[in-house]
């Protein structure tokens, strides 16, 4: 089973539409949270770092964190093509190492 | 501040040989983590260092090995290369790897490994 699991896509949303994307873990025990947005040929950007169960936003992003449920989904409202991308979900467990999910493919529509 | 930066951003060797890549992290980032990167394994975790001590390994052979100076720059090395050792080496750094907001990492470009 794989600890860190996401929906590899590619999802796609028009522009101006509000584009969702989950990730499920394994571990019970993390604590530490992130979203990664990484470009064609590029490095990972961190976007987001949640670490308590709610929402937290950040401009045009919301994180939402539920422990319970072990999942952590990332909204980008108002999706801009320039927001095309591969979204990586990170996670942090008891060893303190980051495991990182494969990834969803973002694709905003014009 | 500047980010982390990674040298040299492209190498090509042959099976057998060795690499040494380098990284230096965001100024005042005490954590170092590196990973590999491919395209039918994702993001993978190598290892981590902090104050020159590695803290953290993954699950990689002994042929990857890396160290961390006292100025926090970190080096990773690659003996004997496989062919499948080819793909993006990225490291990251973080303040000190622990914790809320501690342990938030920020990576460089990546190092694009290709073994012939």
């Known amino acids: 089973q794989k600890e860190v699991e996401q929906n590899s896509g590619p999802l796609s949303v028009p522009e101006g539409a509000i584009a969702s994307l989950n990730c499920t873990y394994s571990d019970r025990g993390s604590q530490s949270f992130f979203w990664y947005r990484q470009y064609s040929g590029k490095s990972p950007e961190l976007i987001m770092s949640i670490y308590s169960n709610g929402d937290k936003e950040d401009g045009r992003f919301t994180a939402q964190l539920n422990k319970a449920s072990q999942y952590v989904s990332l909204l980008i409202r108002d999706s801009q093509p320039s927001d095309s991308a591969t979204y990586l979900c990170a996670v942090v467990g008891y060893g303190q190492n980051f495991v990182f999910g494969p990834g969803t493919r973002l694709s905003v529509l014009p | 501040k500047a980010g982390v930066t990674q040298t040299p951003r492209y190498l090509i060797k042959t099976r057998g040989q060795q690499v040494t890549l380098s990284c230096s992290p965001i100024?005042?980032?005490?954590?170092v983590s590196w990973y590999q990167q491919t395209p039918g394994q994702g993001l993978q975790f190598l290892f981590e260092?902090?104050?020159?001590?590695?803290?953290n390994k993954g699950n990689f052979p002994g042929r990857f090995s890396g160290r961390q100076f006292s100025n926090s720059r970190s080096e990773m090395n690659v003996s004997t290369l496989e062919l499948g050792d080819s793909a993006l080496y990225l490291c990251a750094s973080s303040s000190d790897g622990l914790g809320t907001s501690g342990n938030e990492q920020f990576f460089g470009p990546g190092t694009r490994l290709t073994v012939l």
């Open positions: 100024s005042g980032h005490r954590s």
């Open positions: 260092y902090f104050s020159e001590t590695q803290r």
